[in-house]
């Protein structure tokens, strides 16, 4: 295993490559002394995927048939990340050798979060909101 020290890179980097027959996925996080104070150490890990290519012919049904699944589970993985799509222009293109999805997606992202709060009462017995964070 390589080491992690020779690596650079910015804090909470994870990238991914493919090489070799082997998808890598490295994720690296800058170590702190404060808040704001950044050390020039870095931690992380390397992880290989082996696979193998496979050359395989579908039928023109069978191939639309797995892009559109390929295509829903990555529909299914941006709603599960609480992304909304509100345009989607996906088209499946079939020519002689290959089976392509492309397009479009514009999705919308929540800017904020719920935040918990609690009611405290004041000493004129009245109700308030008091936010936790303070």
Same mark, same amino acid.
């Given at each position: 295993?390589?080491?992690? +020290? ?6 909470? %980097? =994870?990238?991914?490559?493919? $090489?070799?027959? @082997?998808? /890598?996925?490295? *994720? ?17 890990? +390397? ?6 290519? %496979? =050359?395989?012919?579908?039928? $023109?049904?069978? @191939?639309? /048939?797995?892009? *559109? ?66």
């Amino acid at each position: 295993m390589e080491s992690l +020290r020779s690596m650079t890179g910015t804090a909470d %980097q =994870k990238t991914e490559k493919r $090489e070799n027959g @082997a998808d /890598e996925e490295v *994720s690296l996080q800058q170590l702190y002394l404060t808040e704001n104070f950044a050390l020039p150490f870095y931690f992380g890990y +390397r992880q290989k995927f082996p696979f193998e290519v %496979q =050359k395989e012919t579908y039928s $023109e049904h069978e @191939a639309k /048939e797995k892009a *559109s699944q390929n295509y829903q589970k990555f529909h299914r993985n941006l709603s599960e990340k609480g992304l909304q799509i509100s345009e989607n222009h996906v088209t499946i293109e079939l020519n002689d050798t290959s089976c392509i999805t492309k397009g479009t997606l514009r999705v919308i992202e929540r800017a904020v979060e719920a935040q918990p709060c609690e009611m405290q009462k004041m000493s004129d017995g009245k109700e308030t909101m008091v936010d936790e964070q303070q």
